[in-house]
């Protein structure tokens, strides 16, 4: 009898996250002794958790606080997220209709999880999430991809939306402010789409909202459910600590939607993990409660640094760098530079090669724009500090020069 080991069907139909393999590159080659390495590939806040948070979190241990917590959140946090979700965006939730897990990438995950088969189509807009596709072959459903462009902002149009919807369609994906292009959807874009949905009740709507505090415009931010509350029976917003309030590693996250929903989705977790980590869990209560300062101060550090990373690329000959509405990333083209030759005499073939030859050569570390569905640019965090932002911005307008 062989012992060769042989992955499952389910397993062959994903790939490793794009922006956590490049991530680890650049630890490795630090690791191996490059001291050059900027990282600018991982979508991480390079602040502290806010002190209160973690005093909240020294408090539940103290408490005791550190047994098996209900699978869908403890009930003070789920209180938490229910006021949350009224004060900021108008919407209603009983804490039947809020769920919490470890992290939105696993509410995503449990969601799908809990409503996709074989068959299934979920329509995913261009540029997207590198995990959105790959939960959705996951769970044996077929990604259909939406394009927008760079001329209409990166934003959903309604009539590509309308085309792409078929009998099979089982969700839609929105983010806003999107990762990897920081688009922001405003509230008449929104408004087009919900009329769109409303033509077809059978499509259900993720509304990804983790970088909601993260926008940079006048315009308040605004969510799908609270523009068109007809469709709130069909949509899960889903959010998160880990942007707002630099708690990553906590690994919470949360969404709000039909209880139905919400039940089928505390199903699955409870089978795959379990609530989330009960300390984390009496922490983000804090941080969704407590002090908001710390939020806006965030905002505020980021839209400055924004600015700066811009203009910076913007200065570089042959790329173009659109200003983004939100999120901490630009999303720069590299278009022109592709069939050209890099410094090390190598042929640009594709932007995976410029991301490749960038950081063979600079030291720089950011994120090809195919891991998101659009060839030709590439993903730049700019959660990073403003030195290390000038010295990366300075070190790819150099590249870029040399490039033959």
Not at 386 to 399: E, M, P, Q, S, Y
Request: proline share 6%; hydrophobic share 40%.
């Amino acid at each position: 009898m062989s012992n060769e080991f042989k992955r499952s069907a389910a397993l062959s139909r994903i790939s490793p996250s794009a922006t956590i393999a490049i991530t680890q590159k650049a630890r490795d080659l630090r690791a191996a002794g490059r001291s050059d390495i900027l990282s600018l590939s991982i979508g991480e806040p390079d602040f502290n958790t806010p002190e209160h948070v973690c005093e909240a979190a020294r408090g539940a241990m103290a408490a005791g606080q550190t047994k098996y917590p209900p699978v869908s959140g403890v009930p003070a946090l789920k209180e938490a997220i229910a006021a949350k979700f009224s004060r900021e965006n108008g919407l209603r939730y009983s804490l039947s209709e809020v769920v919490v897990g470890s992290g939105a990438k696993q509410v995503i995950a449990n969601a799908m999880l809990a409503t996709l088969n074989p068959g299934d189509e979920v329509l995913i807009p261009t540029p997207y999430w590198v995990s959105y596709p790959q939960l959705t072959q996951l769970c044996g459903a077929t990604p259909v991809f939406v394009e927008t462009h760079a001329k209409d902002g990166f934003l959903l149009q309604p009539e590509a939306l309308e085309r792409a919807i078929t009998p099979r369609t089982r969700w839609l994906f929105l983010n806003s402010p999107s990762n990897p292009s920081g688009a922001v959807i405003d509230a008449a874009s929104l408004a087009a789409i919900g009329d769109v949905l409303l033509r077809h009740p059978h499509v259900w709507v993720l509304s990804d909202d983790i970088y909601e505090h993260l926008t940079y415009g006048d315009t308040p931010y605004v969510t799908l459910a609270q523009v068109r509350p007809e469709l709130r029976e069909r949509v899960l917003t889903v959010n998160g600590v880990s942007k707002a309030y630099a708690m990553t590693g906590w690994r919470i996250g949360y969404a709000g939607g039909p209880a139905p929903l919400i039940k089928a989705i505390e199903l699955v977790q409870s089978q795959l993990t379990g609530g989330a980590c009960s300390i984390a869990q009496w922490a983000a209560a804090a941080a969704l409660s407590g002090p908001q300062e710390f939020v806006a101060m965030c905002r505020e550090s980021f839209r400055a640094r924004c600015d700066r990373v811009v203009d910076a690329l913007e200065r570089v000959p042959g790329m173009t760098c659109a200003k983004p509405d939100g999120a901490f990333y630009v999303f720069p083209s590299c278009a022109s530079f592709i069939g050209r030759k890099a410094p090390s005499g190598n042929v640009i073939h594709s932007d995976e090669d410029f991301v490749r030859e960038l950081l063979d050569h600079t030291g720089v570390a950011v994120v090809h724009g195919s891991a998101f569905g659009s060839a030709g640019h590439f993903r730049v965090s700019y959660a990073a500090s403003t030195d290390v932002l000038a010295d990366a911005c300075k070190r790819i307008h150099l590249f870029c020069e040399a490039v033959r």
